[in-house]
């Protein structure tokens, strides 16, 4: 369920990226636009992870499984297999890097291998958690904590990144803003529930 539910977010968060971007330009309503979709290419990574945890969130509930017990168990499934997945989209051509003096040689020019960055990105998060194992003392700590790391880096790599089609607001790009987004969200609720707990460990006499 997880894998339909990170297909399909993925899949719809492109076409809504998309529809605003040619409805700017005009293309929106061409049907060439919508004929351009389809199931083999064109999808956001924050997409896919919103409608993963819903469909998660959504079989829990039916199976009465604790969610935090699940995201737990997930979360290096999902780095891992954002790890390699991001091979796919340096194979592909659909993502790339700045041109630079040193790097992979795609589409004639030389260019900062942003997709490799991001697997190795995806690696390290997933040793330390491995290694760490913060889940055994905060059940659930998993998903946020992999969530708040990965959209900082992302944040950074994308400056680095060279394909347009990725979208863009202002100064920063769609997937920036996202990362922006999620970052502060969950950082915030991750020190909110810090010191709520410190609070009550206060209370308790613990410390």
Known sequence: MTL???????????????AIKDEVSG???????WRSFSLTSGFVWYG?????????L?????????????????TPFALLFDAIARFGCLFAGCCYGV???WGIKLHGVTRFPSPLFESALCLIILAIIL??????????????????????GRFVLEFFRGDSSRGAFLFFSTSQWLALLV??????????????????????GKT
């Open 27 to 33: 293309r929106f309503w061409e049907a060439q636009f």
């Open 131 to 152: 290694i760490w194992k913060p889940e055994r003392k905060r059940p659930g700590i998993l998903l946020p904590l992999f969530l708040v790391t990965y959209s900082a």
């Open 4 to 18: 339909i539910g990170g297909v399909l977010g993925a899949k719809i968060f492109h076409i809504v990226g998309s």
């Open 99 to 101: 041109r630079a003096p």
């Open 48 to 56: 896919g992870v919103i409608g993963a945890f819903l469909f998660l």
């Open 58 to 74: 959504i079989y829990a509930k039916i199976r009465k499984i604790p969610l935090l017990k699940i995201t737990d168990l997930m």
């Open 183 to 204: 970052f502060l969200a969950l950082g915030i609720a991750l020190l909110v529930v810090r010191k709520k707990e410190k609070r009550c460990q206060f209370f308790r």
